[in-house]
């Protein structure tokens, strides 16, 4: 079946530092990728999406290209801030499988200054 | 503020009883997606409303029912509860039953199951 899997975390960076979180997938058909960020105690939210393959989707300085042919999506961001702790989460979603969501485990980042 | 309003914020509980958890999605959207997060399963998609039908299910128990009502608002029920049902119950909303739209996500309600 369709899944995700998301690179381990946590991760703990520097402020100015690069960041990627690895996600790859396993879909039928081609489905849309997303990374949703989650605040402390706060719900899921949309941080970018591509729906198509070679799409890069981008938003607040992240971004993450559909790649089809290594099934991968990673997140990746020139240079994170403090206020860019969270836990980010990778998911797809496909017609094929009756438009569920399949998000990944999460990974924790924490920002130091 | 995604729109997304979900109540309670916080339930606590004993084993054995049933709790309704209530989602209003966001104006003008249709589909309702009800979703279970543990620190041991993660994100886990449960079902999907669309404009009052049932249009997808995911990893659901039994145990645990929900419906959309007219006004588009809907509920989850969850009963026979269990130690293992503790968790944050988020409800999502988007305006079409595809999946290829954004999810608007309410803030959730925890559940302690004692």
């Known amino acids: 079946g369709d899944s995700v899997t998301q690179m381990e975390g946590p991760v703990t960076l520097s402020e100015e530092a690069f960041l990627t979180i690895n996600c790859t997938y396993t879909?039928?058909?081609?489905?849309?990728l997303f990374w949703y960020v989650q605040y402390p105690g706060e719900g899921l939210q949309l941080l970018l999406k591509?729906?198509?393959?070679?799409d890069k989707g981008s938003n607040k300085g992240f971004e993450a290209t559909y790649r089809k042919e290594t099934t991968s999506f990673h997140l990746e961001k020139g240079s994170v801030q403090v206020s860019d702790s969270a836990v980010y989460f990778c998911?797809?979603?496909?017609?094929?499988?009756?438009?569920?969501?399949?998000f990944g485990t999460g990974t924790s980042l924490t920002v130091i200054p | 503020d995604s729109g997304v309003t979900q109540t309670p914020k916080h339930l606590i509980t004993a084993t054995g009883q049933r709790v309704t958890l209530r989602c209003s999605p966001r104006?003008?959207?249709?589909?309702v997606y009800w979703y279970q997060q543990s620190l041991d399963q993660g994100l886990q998609f449960l079902i999907q409303?669309?404009?009052?039908?049932?249009?997808a299910k995911g990893n659901i128990l039994e145990r645990f029912s929900a419906q959309q009502f007219p006004d588009l608002h809907s509920e989850l029920n969850l009963s026979s509860l269990e130690l293992g049902d503790s968790a944050l119950y988020f409800c999502?909303?988007?305006?079409?039953?595809?999946?290829?739209?954004?999810?608007?996500f309410g803030p959730g309600t925890r559940l302690t199951v004692t």
């Open positions: 104006s003008g959207d249709l589909s």
């Open positions: 409303y669309y404009n009052g039908e049932e249009r």
């Open positions: 999502a909303s988007t305006p079409g039953a595809t999946s290829s739209y954004e999810q608007y």
């Open positions: 591509a729906t198509k393959a070679d």
């Open positions: 879909a039928t058909g081609y489905p849309s």
């Open positions: 998911a797809l979603s496909s017609s094929n499988t009756g438009n569920q969501f399949y």
